[in-house]
């Protein structure tokens, strides 16, 4: 289903609240099935349990892959640019891309992977990353992505989760100048998973790597031989498609379950209606696909929509801060998505990177992971968009599998840092404090949203009460997203951010449980407490305040023992940014640290730190005072 008028966005909106049923299941039916489902939905938020198209049969590769076979067969799926502009791009018809994903399903179904086996895919992002996800659903192993920047403790803990037969990775990675160790951080990590049965290792770079005798084998030596078809295995629409980690305000990073119906009807609704795409259009997402945004809308969303999809293994800064525009040039880019960060960090450079290139083919922008602040916003519609193009700011969460709250390009009219609209089907409310739905609009409260939708979490693995616990316990019948936001007059949905201890890095989540614990393991660090502070370009930085024995002696190397710790357990991307030694932290009689101050303190608002008479100790916030002012 198109929505092509505003219009027509309001009576389809009304319907989809009036019928959901008959809304989803009109959907529903433009996908190939295996068999019918025999009921649309079965759900209650008390378990919680909710169930789309049950007793349906399908396999997402044939939607994706085999039913555009007939009529685009030829046409391009995947373009691949490499990480250095001077080598060869790649290029993938349905045709082909269908028969890699065939032989990279008969290599796993080979070495014994069987349909609910948990395959880890921690690759970079080439091209046999998006074929190893799409093997994996086609003969129903579960696929769990770990983005490739995350160290070997963080794969061990996601191994060892989801308890993986099988892990896909590669000898090393390009980023940027540079070339990265892979294979041996896999190697690192499995030290602790010695059920790990195989580890496919791709060759990127070229390098030889030690290869354990009965567990590794090489991709590129075994993949030729593989034949290029396999049935696809047929699947349960409630049936597990993938599990991807994320972190919560809990120490340890969670398994969000996704289904195959439902996560198929939602990512195909979403990017056909978000991002409205012609037929011939060029389309790129710059997420990785360790990310659910590279997972919804660089993987399947387009290729279920048959649509050409760019996947791109660089960074947005190599050779040149123009690189990104280098390439909407080269090949046309008609639509393209990407997250504020990236846009922040591109606008420091100024106009001339721009101006090199002429970005006419752009007809669609969109943002996505964070908040997008208005300086950004018109610096991308006015530098980039040349004030033609709507953007499309997305709204959404790895828990929601797909965009939630959204214009849609063209379609319903753009706001500057506003997510805009609920698209239909998706029933947003805002609660107050104690919990109550405030009807009227000019508000601001709790983001929760009410009725189901086919794309949304099902479980965190292997502990369903997490799940309950932490979506839905704290407003009883509502679905809660961790957000606040606003709403304006319109309707206009604008999201504040999280009010939860999730910390948003360059539209990355990290919980600061996750960030303490990883800094406790570090030499003399007796305790600590990290806060999230605005940062110019990642949206978010870390603010790390740490208690260590003896803070006046060798503090630097404190400092940088922390760091290492960081890296260590999670990865660079989670490295604080500051890092304060301190002697106490502001805790109340009971014990409970006082994040409120820390906070205000890192965002360098010392004249608000509010009542600190009812902390234990308020000398501890001289103390931190005089470190940081
Ligand atoms: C934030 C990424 C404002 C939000 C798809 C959410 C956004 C978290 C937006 C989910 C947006 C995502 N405007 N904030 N358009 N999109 N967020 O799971 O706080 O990596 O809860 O999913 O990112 O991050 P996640």
């Not at 046309?332 to 922040?344: H, L, M």
Request: proline residues 5%; negative net charge; hydrophobic residues 40%.
């Amino acid at each position: 289903m198109r929505i092509k008028s505003l219009e027509s966005y309001k009576e389809v909106y009304n319907k989809s609240v009036s019928n959901p049923e008959a809304f989803w299941e009109d959907i529903a039916s433009g996908f190939t099935w295996k068999q019918k489902w025999d009921k649309v939905l079965d759900w209650n938020f008390t378990e919680p349990s909710v169930k789309w198209f049950q007793g349906g049969k399908l396999n997402i590769t044939e939607n994706c892959l085999d039913r555009h076979i007939e009529t685009k067969g030829h046409h391009t799926a995947l373009i691949w640019e490499p990480n250095d502009p001077k080598e060869k791009s790649r290029k993938y018809t349905y045709q082909e891309l269908l028969e890699e994903v065939c032989r990279m399903a008969n290599l796993l179904k080979a070495q014994g992977v069987k349909k609910g086996d948990r395959v880890c895919i921690y690759l970079p992002m080439v091209p046999e990353l998006m074929i190893s996800v799409l093997a994996c659903a086609r003969i129903g192993a579960v696929h769990s992505v770990v983005f490739a920047g995350f160290s070997a403790q963080s794969i061990a803990d996601r191994v060892q989760d989801a308890q993986a037969k099988v892990v896909i990775t590669s000898d090393g990675l390009n980023r940027g100048s540079r070339q990265q160790a892979v294979k041996r951080v896999v190697d690192e990590a499995l030290e602790t998973c010695p059920f790990v049965e195989r580890v496919l290792v791709l060759n990127v770079l070229g390098w030889e790597v030690p290869m354990q005798e009965g567990r590794d084998i090489s991709i590129n030596e075994t993949i030729q031989a593989m034949p290029s078809w396999i049935e696809a295995e047929s699947m349960d629409a409630e049936d597990m498609l993938f599990i991807l980690y994320t972190s919560g305000s809990t120490g340890k990073p969670k398994g969000v379950v996704h289904t195959c119906g439902g996560y198929m009807v939602y990512t195909a609704y979403t990017f056909l209606n978000v991002f409205q795409p012609e037929p011939h259009e060029i389309y790129w997402c710059t997420a990785d696909v360790g990310w659910v945004t590279g997972h919804s809308y660089l993987v399947y969303g387009p290729l279920l929509n048959g649509a050409t999809t760019l996947m791109f293994e660089g960074v947005p800064t190599w050779p040149d801060a123009g690189r990104f525009w280098q390439i909407i040039d080269k090949y046309g880019v008609n639509i393209f998505y990407t997250a504020p960060t990236a846009i922040r960090s591109l606008m420091s450079f100024g106009e001339d990177p721009v101006l090199n290139y002429s970005l006419h083919s752009l007809k669609v922008l969109g943002t996505v992971g964070e908040p997008i602040n208005e300086e950004a916003w018109k610096w991308y519609f006015v530098h980039i968009g040349k004030e033609k193009c709507p953007i499309v700011d997305t709204w959404w969460q790895t828990e929601t599998g797909g965009i939630m709250i959204s214009n849609m390009a063209g379609v319903t009219p753009h706001k500057p840092a506003h997510a805009t609209l609920p698209l239909p089907g998706i029933q947003p409310v805002l609660l107050n404090g104690e919990g109550k739905v405030i009807e009227e609009n000019g508000v601001e409260g709790y983001l929760c949203i009410r009725f189901p939708w086919p794309s949304m979490i099902r479980t965190t693995y292997g502990d369903h009460e997490r799940c309950r616990q932490t979506y839905f316990s704290n407003y009883a019948g509502y679905y809660f997203t961790g957000d606040g936001a606003k709403r304006d007059e319109q309707g206009n949905y604008r999201i504040i951010g999280r009010v939860d201890d999730v910390i948003n890095v360059s539209g990355h989540r990290f919980g600061t449980a996750e960030i303490e614990n990883a800094i406790n393991t570090a030499p003399e660090v007796l305790e600590s407490a990290v806060v999230g502070f605005p940062h110019d370009i990642k949206g978010q930085g870390i603010y790390a305040f740490v208690i260590v024995n003896n803070p006046e002696q060798d503090a630097d190397m404190r400092v940088a023992e922390i760091q290492e710790a960081v890296v260590k357990h999670i990865g660079k991307i989670a490295r604080p940014d500051k890092i304060i030694l301190v002697k106490g932290l502001p805790k109340t009689r009971s014990g409970k640290i006082m994040r409120r101050i820390l906070r205000k303190i890192a965002e360098g608002e010392f004249q608000q730190l509010g009542d600190t008479t009812s902390l234990l100790d308020p000398g501890v916030v001289e103390d931190i005072l005089a470190k940081v002012r």
